[in-house]
């Protein structure tokens, strides 16, 4: 059976977290009773500071630089801020597979798929959470993964630096890694959200019909 694509929503403006996380809580519910549809949803939040669920006290570097969040999802602490697109994504793995594992090696390859079309040649590696690029410094970080997977509705998603102040990110030890993060900007691709979200929706396609062969 082929499901329907999932609802895009591009949020305008720098949304509060707090406020994003109630309403991607609300969907999932919606979705997980039959309510609602499928979502991804674009987001760009003020700077703040989030803790995944195996975050560490001490790689929070700089607690009164921005708020901080207890995220809820996967991993250690993270950056949001302007600059830098979130892809909150609420699908319903038990019509599409429960497979959490696959689910993730989706959401990479979304990304890294994106990334190609600004001739960005991205790629994962082994034992390193999110997505990775070439530097002159060596292997940097441009994208960030973690998930959270609630009665089979995913929730949370992906974070790609496009032009965020990558200074922010000195606050934190992100996702407790020492390698350097990196952006768009930085790689000298200029590049806006809107051309970037076309390509996400390009590419979304092909993340769906990942998620395929895993469950067959």
């Not at 798929?113 to 040649?121: E, I, M, N, S």
């Not at 396609?205 to 998620?211: D, G, I, Q, V």
Request: hydrophobic share 45%; with cysteine.
């Amino acid at each position: 059976m082929t499901l329907p694509l999932p609802d895009w929503r591009v949020e305008p403006g720098l949304l509060p977290y707090p406020q994003a996380v109630a309403a991607m809580e609300a969907r999932a519910a919606g979705i997980r009773d039959g309510r609602m549809g499928e979502q991804i949803w674009l987001v760009e939040h003020p700077p703040l500071y989030t803790a995944g669920t195996s975050a560490a006290p001490a790689e929070l570097l700089d607690p009164d630089r921005f708020p901080v969040f207890a995220a809820g999802r996967g991993g250690r602490h993270t950056y949001h801020g302007p600059g830098q697109r979130i892809a909150y994504v609420m699908l319903d793995l038990d019509r599409r597979g429960r497979d959490v594992r696959c689910y993730v090696a989706a959401l990479e390859a979304w990304v890294i798929a994106t990334l190609a079309a600004f001739d960005v040649a991205a790629r994962i590696i082994p034992g390193k959470v999110g997505v990775w690029v070439e530097s002159p410094a060596g292997p940097a970080k441009i994208a960030a993964i973690g998930v959270r997977v609630r009665r089979w509705v995913t929730l949370h998603g992906v974070s790609i630096n496009i032009a965020p102040d990558l200074d922010h990110f000195a606050g934190i030890v992100p996702c407790g890694l020492s390698e350097p993060v990196t952006s768009l900007a930085q790689l000298g691709k200029n590049v806006d959200f809107a051309t970037f979200d076309a390509a996400l929706q390009h590419a979304l396609p092909a993340m769906l019909a990942r998620l395929t062969p895993c469950n067959a």
